[in-house]
């Protein structure tokens, strides 16, 4: 295990396990929907929320010294003037199911907060990629169509704009996660009584790569990552459902917490193609990317002689 990785777990492990600290962090909404079925995951997540706010308060009162931390998916912040939403209020208007599930959790976490003294930190979560990442996101299945010569499916807005995502690579967001974890304050509720003795921190943020980039622009790049062009299908994008683009706005979670994402596309996929082909014994047709990004900035052997002989005959001229 690499050492970041292990770094990050001890942490993790130290909020699940730690005497004083309670880590409960669960994911409100799905990036990915299928139509036909939207209503069932936007039922299990309401009810999943309701059923682990209610459990947290009740079934387990010395927990309530402790904090309550939501996160959701991209659709918690995608829909017209919600693409770019304010991270202190909650998101009353979307268009699309996982959107609308990750704003019913919200406002039941904003319930049990006000009345049980329930301390919650929400974070919404956009287009969340990386080595280890969930299948059903479209860079994981574009990179297993395109190695399989499969067509991929591309939306194209009204306006004739390609669609647009605010891509976050997976270390940003476990950075932003540890950072709203490490300043989270004490719920306010009595374990005896039930009653809380104040008003309790209640915190929404934004944890995204503030750059939208075209979805054809991320495919573009798997071309050249996998040294295979992608039978592209180019369709309009459905009007019912689905958001242009998506656009975190972090300023808060920067101000409260130092959140401040450094990975850039270009460099979050080569990460995730170079454990892709590992994890399924692809051989690809273009170097190893690990040894690529080591390779980086280094100068080759030739020019670093030509550096020494001009160095050389600058001294014996002098």
């Known amino acids: 295990m690499p050492a970041d990785a292990a770094a990050k777990g001890m942490k993790l492990e130290r909020y699940a396990s730690g005497a004083g600290a309670m880590l409960l962090l669960r994911r409100a909404a799905s990036g990915k929907v299928v139509s036909a079925s939207s209503h069932l995951l936007f039922r299990a997540t309401v009810l999943a929320t309701m059923a682990l706010v209610f459990l947290f ?146 915190r929404v943020y934004n944890l995204g790569n503030t750059s939208p980039v075209p979805v054809t622009r991320m495919v573009a790049i798997l071309e050249k990552l996998l040294g295979k062009k992608a039978n592209k299908r180019i369709v309009a994008m459905p009007s019912n459902g689905d958001v242009p683009f998506t656009h975190a706005n972090v300023t808060h979670a920067a101000h409260d917490f130092g959140y ?19 994890y399924y014994k692809l051989k690809l047709d273009v170097p190893k990317i690990a040894a690529k990004v080591a390779g980086a900035g280094k100068p080759s052997s030739s020019s670093a002689s030509k550096k020494k002989k001009k160095a050389a005959a600058m001294s014996a001229s002098s």
């Not at 599930?101 to 049980?116: K, L, P, V």
């Not at 990975?263 to 996929?269: I, P, Y």
């Open 57 to 202: 308060t009740f079934h387990y009162p010395s927990l309530l010294s402790r904090s309550f931390t939501l996160s959701s998916g991209a659709g918690a912040g995608e829909g017209g003037a919600a693409a770019h939403a304010s991270h202190r209020s909650l998101l009353m208007s979307s268009s699309s199911a996982s959107a609308s599930a990750a704003s019913a959790g919200e406002a039941i976490a904003h319930t049990y907060n006000h009345i049980y003294g329930l301390s919650i930190t929400g974070l919404r979560f956009f287009t969340v990629y990386g080595p280890w990442g969930r299948p059903d996101m479209a860079y994981f299945f574009f990179a297993k169509s395109i190695v399989s010569g499969e067509p991929i499916t591309l939306f194209r807005a009204a306006d004739g704009a390609d669609a647009r995502r605010d891509f976050t690579y997976i270390d940003d967001v476990v950075k932003g996660c540890l950072g709203a974890l490490d300043t989270s304050g004490k719920s306010t509720g009595s374990s005896k009584s039930g009653k809380k003795s104040g008003p309790a921190p209640l």
């Open 260 to 278: 401040r994402p450094t990975t850039s596309l270009d460099a979050g996929l080569r990460h995730f193609v170079d454990w892709f082909a590992d």
